[in-house]
Nanobody, 123 residues
Framework: VQLQASGGGLVQAGGSLRLSCADSGRTFSRYRMGWFRQALGKEREFVAT????????YYADSVKGRFTISKDNAKNTVYLQMNSLKPEDTAVYYC?????????????????WGQGTQVTVSS
């Protein structure tokens, strides 16, 4: 699994961005995927996760109703659609992959990580 995140940028509050995370490996469809974020000076925190089939998702309370995670196994890509962005969403966003079913809201539950993409929301 080799993850490459993209799509970050600078956006005004209330705007939208879509992050993508592509896997160059051949076993993408077997993995649960997650998005995490890390603001400056803070610990990395869970944002959203999706099962290997794409049939089930789970979100942090802070993004529920605003962010949507989706997965396209044919394209080996997971997406994070972010709407109604707030300045507190500013962070480096990381995608991650795991083939386990435990601890999927924790960084310890993931085996593979992308390099991160910066999202900055101005007020």
């Amino acid at each position: 699994v080799q993850l490459q995140a993209s799509g970050g940028g600078l956006v005004q509050a209330g705007g939208s961005l879509r992050l993508s995370c592509a896997d160059s490996g051949r076993t993408f469809s077997r993995y649960r995927m997650g998005w995490f974020r890390q603001a400056l000076g803070k610990e990395r925190e869970f944002v959203a996760t999706i099962t290997w089939s794409g049939g089930s998702t789970y979100y942090a309370d802070s993004v529920k109703g605003r962010f949507t995670i989706s997965k396209d196994n044919a394209k080996n890509t997971v997406y994070l659609q972010m709407n109604s962005l707030k300045p507190e969403d500013t962070a480096v966003y990381y995608c991650a992959a795991t083939n386990t079913i435990q601890g999927v809201t924790s960084t310890r539950g993931y085996d593979y990580w992308g390099q991160g993409t910066q999202v900055t929301v101005s007020s």
